[in-house]
């Protein structure tokens, strides 16, 4: 069973759609209990860190991910979801995250350019990611492929060795990450088409 984390914040009728239109059950669930039993985690997310975290804690969510992750199963960190894993995020004063990968979350800075236009902040719309690392997440996955992004920060981590992924806005961001079971998106794949619902099909297919 998959479970795709309720806490109030996220697209998570539309994750759980992408999952079936590929052919595996995935199931919302906001019971921390559900979490534990799961065979794959999906963590996805919407809004400000320091509200989702706050909902994760308040839900009773935070030991049962982390002992998800501990104990080697399947993993999957979207958009929000990503940040999340990091230990801190500068989004409306510094916020503790769940702190699974060390690094810190950043916003993108003001006046970046692009072949003299200026970039608008958050950074919406589709864009290519360069594979940097192997992913089970990019089974069958082309390099540049587009994917949909949508979002004003983005991820920094201490040890590069866990980007899979980057992409270029103004300047190259981690895009994608993988730490064993471990594997999280900036992007939301369940808004990128074929590309994306490929890549929620090698999660449901990943082993533990």
Known sequence: MIAIIDYGMGNLRSVQKAFERVGF???????????????RVVLPGVGAFR?????LEQGGFVEPILKV?????????????LQLLFSESEE??????????PGRVVRFPEGMTESGEKLPVPHVGWNQISLKAPSPLFNGIIDQSNVYFVHSYYVKPDDAAVVAAT????????????????????????????????????????KG
């Not at 059950?25 to 065979?39: H, I, K, N, R």
């Not at 806005?169 to 990128?192: M, W």
């Open 92 to 101: 409306f004063g510094l916020h503790q995250g769940l702190g699974v990968i």
């Open 69 to 81: 992750i501990a104990e080697g199963r399947p993993f999957l960190g979207i958009c929000l979801g």
């Open 51 to 55: 509200d989702c975290i706050r909902n």
């Open 167 to 206: 992409c270029n806005y103004g300047l190259e961001f981690c895009a994608a990450i993988r730490k064993d079971n471990l594997v999280a998106t900036q992007f939301h794949p369940e808004k990128s088409q074929a590309i994306g619902l490929q890549m929620l099909n090698n999660f449901a297919e990943m």
């Open 25 to 39: 059950e995935a199931q919302v669930t906001s019971d921390p209990q559900q979490v534990l039993q799961a065979e």
